[in-house]
């Protein structure tokens, strides 16, 4: 049959009766072979067009034959609201989708010559005006019911708006519509401002969405000169930021009928779902949760949402420059990334052209939102223990800090036996090593557990280290620029990586800690991927030190174009991108760089001029207290008494394992078998011997090779220690002398 758009208005069959059936009043019956061939969707909503009225309707199909193919049926409900007048030629099309639910309707008192309804008496007329509407299921702003009947007295209603729509149609659920009532002055919507309220910890980002709403709220002089004004914005940010929670905000502002886009969308719905926004008088909400689900790679049909997306945006700016009238519509779409999640094609003017960034919260945005939350805490210690959780969960997002409360809630319970006791220190520690922040996931962390005291020797080390971070307080401190990397080089197993997270642990930072060779991937563009989403990452958790273990064998001449075909290439983007990343700093906020290496000389030189790694640190082989306090580690560990002629504290060392203690050498282990080690003579002899040899040599001394239990553990070690050869020869340190002549 021929597709057929144009109808005769006529009186529904079942509309006869004296009083108005609302049960079917929001259907609109098509004959059943045009419903058919006309693609319109039982139950599903139709595009009503007559003149200068629009409107929607729900389309259902018309098995009785006493109307013709051409000819709609329409309740006198609808035509009352809707302004039709019947036999008048109509246009009826399949509109957008499934119904959309009520989630508040607003009703009007409008009987005539009455007093206002008694606030004791209002629960009972909402209870009956409910019943109503459960009955008539499918229910419109404009619908009246007359004569409702309560005790006696009769009121009659009309609906003012639905979602805060004042057109469309909406499903009523009994358990889910809230009906409110408006009086005679009131607004004829819930709100006409499009604004959300205040989120804790993310004031400064709710402020600068309302900003953007504002040109939403305006009337502009049609005369005037018309600003370009995007009409998408999208909000990105990692996991657990509040993305979904501002979008749920969005939608309850109340500004206007609120339509959600989900992996199920598909390029002709969306195009519907602007065309009817354009097309309605009142405001629409456009929401994308995960703007990826929907025009992710290896979507079905990607490309035709992406340019339904595009060509729908680009007709609300046409819409606004044609008519000199702004189309109240907001488009708002989330995702992690604004740069990689959303294509060019839709960052351009008019389009998804504003963004707003989501952080991971700071020290006291997460306060914040602790505060806002009922938190278990003794009522005397709450403020301080808030304060406290606060300041040490650096990275940790709201989602974080809600696991983690969770987690010491069930310590709590645990530790008292399943009584309800308040919160205490304990379990806030324990939920705090079950719950890893999500700005942290899947890198490779090493927590910052080191402190300065812990390193013995290397005082010119720690001095260059200590003064990178500090601000001056002198009259140059309007002038002064932090570093923005450093480069530690060596010879190996000296306490690079130990001394990187002391410097960590001193400053408060966050400590990212990865192997250059771990961000190597044979696939074309992911190791330049991994680089930045490290540096993303670092910037999530700022304040936080980045540190590059072997960055050799990201920006070595191998690397750097020293091989061939597609190697080489990688390697040279690889490091284009590290030096792209360390450069645009100036955005990054507090994110420093520490890289170590055992050859400075394989490396770029773009990569150790100033302005990328500013200084380039010597780490040599330990020194004589060095030696002294790994050996008081050690001796520590195995239960020995040390007797040095010199303090040494005890360290760490790569590939040593330590314990971290800070106690102090030259106080004796009463818990040790009384059995001594010489730490001045044992640091003498293992002179040239790197803190990775001497920790080795100590954990392979007592394996039963060189004694039984009985030996004298002096005389073990130095067994072991002539057995170790040096591994560090003087050409592999003339080399280092070599490099850092050169650079000078």
Known sequence: MKKIEDFKVRPQVNDTQKEWNHKHAAKIYIHNSVFMSSGFTTGHLCNVQCGDIFRQ?????????????????????????SGLRLDTTTRIMPGAGAVPDAGIVMVRDVTADAAPVADAEKIRWQVTLESRLETADFIFPGMEFEEVLVRGSKRSFRIISINSATDGVAKFHST???????GGGEASVATSQLKISSVPGLSKQVDELNWLFEDFNEDYDPHAVLPLQPYGIVIHGGRGTGKTLLLDRIA???????????????????????????????????????????????????????KALAQGLDDLAARMQQTRTKPKVLVVAACLDYITDIPEELQRMNRFLEHIALPVPDAQARKDILASWDLPFAPETCAAQVSALGDRTHAYTAV????????????????????????????????????????????????????????????????????????PTNLTTNLWKPSKGILLYGPPGCSKTMTAQAMATESGFNFFAVKGGELLN??????????RNLFKRAKDASPSIIFFDE??????????????????????????????????????????????????????????????????????????PAREAIFANKARELRFTASPTTTANTTGTEGEGSSNSNSNSNSNDS???????????LARETDRYSGAEIAGICDKAFCGKYGGPDADPMEVIKAAIRDTPRGVTQDILMQFDTWRMLRR
């Open 176 to 182: 889910e519509t809230v009906v409110e009532f408006v």
């Open 551 to 624: 960055i050799d064998s990201i920006a070595g001449p191998s690397r750097s174009g020293g091989g061939a075909g597609a190697s080489a290439g990688g390697g040279v983007q690889a490091l284009t991108t590290l030096l792209t990343e360390m450069d645009g700093f100036e955005k990054m906020g507090d994110v420093f760089v520490l890289a170590a290496t055992n050859k400075p000389d394989s490396l770029d030189p773009a990569l150790v001029r100033p302005g990328r790694f500013d200084q380039a640190i010597y780490v040599p082989l330990p020194d004589a």
């Open 57 to 81: 309707a729900v389309a259902w199909p018309n098995l009785d034959k006493q109307h013709g193919p051409n000819v709609a049926g329409v309740s006198r409900a609808f035509q009352k609201s």
């Open 252 to 306: 309850a502002s109340r500004w206007g009928r609120v339509v959600w886009l989900d992996d199920e969308t598909k390029a002709n719905t969306v195009r519907d779902h602007f065309k009817t926004a354009l097309e309605s008088r009142s405001p629409t909400i456009i929401l994308i949760d995960d703007i990826t689900d929907i025009i992710g790679k290896g979507r079905t049909g990607q490309k035709a949402i992406v």
């Open 400 to 471: 974080d800090l809600f696991r983690v409360q969770r987690r010491a809630a069930k310590a709590a319970r645990q530790r008292t036996g399943g009584r309800k006791e308040y919160i205490a220190d304990a379990d806030v520690k324990q939920a705090l090593r079950e719950v890893q922040p999500s700005a942290m996931h899947d890198i490779n962390l090493k927590p910052p557990t080191v402190r300065w005291s812990d390193i013995g020797g290397y005082s010119e080390v720690k001095t260059a280290l200590q003064r990178v971070l500090q601000r």
């Open 522 to 531: 044979m696939y074309v563009g992911e190791t330049e991927r991994s680089i």
């Open 671 to 681: 818990s040790g078998p009384g059995l001594g080690l010489d730490l001045a003579e």
